[in-house]
């Protein structure tokens, strides 16, 4: 149980590490101190402009679009309702997907931010920060990553795990900077205030799980 504890500790300041970056972020989006940046990163990015890479972008776009996630999400809940019967992890994967929706939105109408009008290649509506796609996909990926690593004992697989789902998380974050419908902040943001949430739920999750187990061993 200490080696679990310490497992607690970490994720729990992981969380709060996330929670802080975030709001030193925002304080830069606030006060548009992190122009510069922004301007600097979107033209690296757009500078590889090609017909090819618009089509993979927009895939990528699609990929994290909150209807494609949304779909992928009822089958994984199905999947571990029906067919591992697993429902505290399908009450986690709900509470996941759910909160970061929420926090996303919440987030959107305190800032208010504007999205880029430098040079879009797709039309989007809404607000800029946190970016939706970024949030929503860290919390997916991370979450099944969370799942899938404790039902998958060999180091290869769990790394394998880990990879796509970092390819897949940055390619959705950069997707939306190379198409000119987001501001590099946004995606940052959308990465720490994502990673805020699954940390905390992860942290409660186990948490309740030493707990309960400690009460069925008394």
Not at 47 to 52: A, L, Q, R, Y
Not at 128 to 134: A, E, L, M
Not at 142 to 160: C, D, E
Not at 205 to 213: A, F, L
Request: hydrophobic share 50%; glycine share 8%; with cysteine.
């Amino acid at each position: 149980m200490n080696t679990l504890r310490l497992q607690f500790t970490y994720v729990f300041f992981l969380g709060l590490l996330a929670a802080i970056c975030f709001g030193i972020v925002a304080g830069l989006v606030s006060t548009h101190k992190i122009a510069y940046f922004d301007s600097m990163v979107i033209s690296f990015i757009q500078g590889f402009e090609s017909p090819t890479l618009t089509k993979v972008m927009k895939f990528f776009t699609f990929v994290g679009s909150t209807a494609f996630v949304g779909i992928i999400s009822i089958v994984i809940l199905i999947f571990l309702y029906k067919v591992l019967n697993h429902r505290l992890e399908m009450l986690l994967f709900m509470v996941v997907m759910a909160g970061t929706v929420i926090l996303d939105q919440a987030l959107k109408f305190s800032f208010h931010r504007e999205r880029p009008t430098f040079h879009r290649l797709i039309e989007e509506t809404g607000y800029s920060f946190p970016s939706g796609h970024s949030v929503e996909a860290f919390a997916m990926y991370g979450i099944v990553s969370f799942l899938l690593w404790r039902h998958i004992p060999a180091r290869a697989g769990r790394t394998i795990i880990i990879i796509i789902s970092v390819i897949m998380t940055l390619s959705i974050g950069i997707s939306r900077i190379y198409l000119g419908v987001h501001y590099p902040s946004d995606v940052i943001g959308g990465y720490l205030v994502s990673g805020f949430w699954l940390s905390l739920t992860i942290w409660y999750y186990q948490w309740y799980k030493e707990h309960r187990y400690q009460q069925k061993s008394v």
